[in-house]
């Protein structure tokens, strides 16, 4: 008998508005890396859904592969060495959507399985955030729930989390134009004024009272940001559009998800129309999209084992 394992990531929304570098949140659409064992062959990757023939299948070089070997190396053992690798992607890539976490995380849990689970989720989220450059999004894809987290010196993380509501739902338009991580930084300015930060950091505090206390209502103003947007915005046409198109049409509150291009709007209510006004400005600027409606995840990555015989 041999068992099949399967982890079972979620995609993030990172920054959410005034919560730059700070703020991360799970939602329910998932990445999946499973791993059959076979008896000879060697190791090797296939990958499916989103990104199949675009992704790279040596597995050295696919992000899953390095994040196995990692977990590998720290725990001093070796990877299986005949199976077979599957990488599920339902979660857009290179669009503000945490795919390259989900991949970290999913690469490190399952890299940790098969050799002998001695890394604990507090040295996962390390690894992680070591292989991201920080914890925004890689927080979130494990944990789940709203993450806030903060990186000391020696890059040592910590994490609150909070399980968000059930009543709140999250849509995501993803137009047809990529913005790369290193050019959304590019843009961000040096320095920034005093009184722009003191802005934030009253509006983060405010942002996450709002989702602790169910005043959805209250979104909106804690979303306002002056480290980030303003820079940002200009990179996704129609952007800024598309933002008020998601307010007019209902929504309690829109921003940018990670460094874009995705857009993000909170709804209690109306979800499709909200979807469907972003998308029409997309499309009125050449931009078609895809979007998605989903709820948190407050559960983070999950492992499944499944015996075969």
Do not use: W
């Amino acid at each position: 008998m041999s068992q099949d394992i399967t982890v079972k990531v979620p995609a993030t929304s990172a920054n959410i508005g005034s919560g730059f570098d700070a703020l991360g949140l799970a939602l329910s659409l998932y990445n999946e890396v499973s791993f059959r064992k076979t008896d000879e062959g060697g190791l090797s990757l296939v990958v499916e859904g989103l990104g199949q023939g675009k992704i790279t299948t040596d597995f050295e070089r696919n992000l899953v592969g390095q994040a196995m070997l990692r977990a590998a190396l720290v725990n001093g053992k070796a990877l299986p060495k005949n199976g077979v690798i599957t990488l599920f992607n339902r979660i857009p890539l290179a669009r503000g959507l945490g795919s390259s976490s989900a991949a970290v995380v999913g690469g490190l849990l399952l890299g940790n399985e098969l050799t002998g689970r001695g890394m604990d989720e507090t040295q996962i989220l390390h690894e992680a955030t070591l292989m991201e450059g920080h914890p925004d999004n890689a927080a979130p894809a494990l944990l789940g729930g709203l993450c806030m987290s903060v990186t000391d010196e020696k890059k040592k993380v910590s994490v609150q989390t909070f399980a968000l509501d059930e009543g709140l739902s999250f849509i995501t338009v993803s137009p047809d134009k990529e913005v790369r991580t290193a050019d959304a930084r590019a843009v961000l300015p040096q320095t920034i004024d005093y009184h722009a930060a003191v802005f934030n950091v009253a509006h983060v505090a405010f942002l996450v009272g709002a989702f602790i206390g169910k005043r959805y209502d209250l979104l909106r103003t804690g979303l306002q940001d002056k480290l980030h947007m303003p820079y940002r915005l200009p990179l996704i046409p129609g952007g800024a559009e598309a933002l008020a198109a998601a307010e007019k049409a209902g929504a309690v509150g829109a921003t940018v998800s990670g460094s874009g291009s995705t857009l993000i709007a909170f709804a209690v209510k109306g979800e499709e129309q909200i979807a469907q006004a972003m998308k029409d400005v997309f499309k009125s600027v050449g931009l078609a999209s895809v979007h998605h409606i989903l709820k948190a995840c407050n559960d983070g990555a999950q492992i499944v084992r499944e015996d075969k015989r």
